[in-house]
């Protein structure tokens, strides 16, 4: 069955300090997609990032970065230098290849403090 | 471009009370989905679409019905309005299977008293 989790309910962090926020995710298909949404203070839902099965690169985009790890079934994401405006509900998912429907996980709740 | 506009943003039902939301999308998407998000949780798949006139039902599809009589818009009715369908409601649509890059309206939050 398919599965995401976001063990981290909540993480408070300092300004400027790095954060990671993990997600494991359980599937039985080779080929299937992850992604990453925010959900900042006004509600709606933005697209990070989406990454397929085949590929592992690590991505990086100004001060977000993504490590994929097959091996652990993990897609953690990582901020780098964080700021107030990075205070947000980060949401992971998951989709499987021929189904386009989401499975989310609970997300994880960014307070930055200035 | 609007992309995906729910309306009404806020709404407030009696019990037993029907209401519509209302979701388009001016992207020429094929799929379009209905989730509720319920405080501390992730979304939940109410019913999606494949297309004009092709609807399915999702993880969480009882008391809600929907239409896909058009590409652009996906209304989810709410029959018999019950305090369990307090939630806030997002409505998405996404390209085709392959990317499934799925973009999300503003949400609708409603409340049932």
């Known amino acids: 069955a398919q599965k995401v989790t976001q063990a981290q309910t909540e993480i408070s962090v300092v300004e400027k300090e790095d954060v990671t926020l993990d997600c494991v995710y359980e599937?039985?298909?080779?080929?299937?997609?992850l992604f990453w949404y925010k959900q900042p203070p006004s509600g709606e839902l933005v697209f990070l990032i989406r990454?397929?099965?085949?590929?592992?690169q690590n991505e990086i985009s100004g001060r977000y970065s993504w490590n994929f790890q097959k091996s652990t079934s993990s897609f953690n994401f990582t901020i780098t230098a964080s700021q107030v405006v990075d205070s947000a509900v980060y949401f992971c998912?998951?989709?499987?290849?021929?189904?386009?429907?989401?499975?989310f996980g609970t997300g994880t709740r960014l307070k930055v403090l200035a | 471009n609007a992309g995906v506009t729910q309306t009404p943003k806020f709404r407030i039902l009696k019990i037993g009370q029907s209401m519509t939301l209302q979701c388009t999308q001016d992207?020429?998407?094929?799929?379009m989905y209905w989730y509720r998000q319920d405080p501390g949780m992730g979304l939940k798949l109410i019913y999606y679409?494949?297309?004009?006139?092709?609807?399915d039902k999702g993880e969480v599809p009882n008391g809600y019905n929907v239409s896909r009589s058009t590409t652009e818009d996906f209304p989810l009715r709410l029959e018999l309005a019950a305090p369990s369908q307090t939630s806030v409601y997002f409505c998405?649509?996404?390209?085709?299977?392959?990317?499934?890059?799925?973009?999300f309206g503003a949400g609708t939050r409603l409340s049932v008293l």
């Open positions: 992207m020429n998407h094929n799929y």
């Open positions: 599937t039985r298909d080779t080929t299937y997609y």
């Open positions: 998405a649509s996404s390209w085709d299977r392959a990317k499934n890059i799925q973009y």
């Open positions: 990454r397929n099965s085949f590929d592992e």
């Open positions: 998912a998951l989709s499987e290849a021929g189904t386009y429907k989401y499975i």
């Open positions: 679409s494949v297309g004009a006139g092709i609807t």
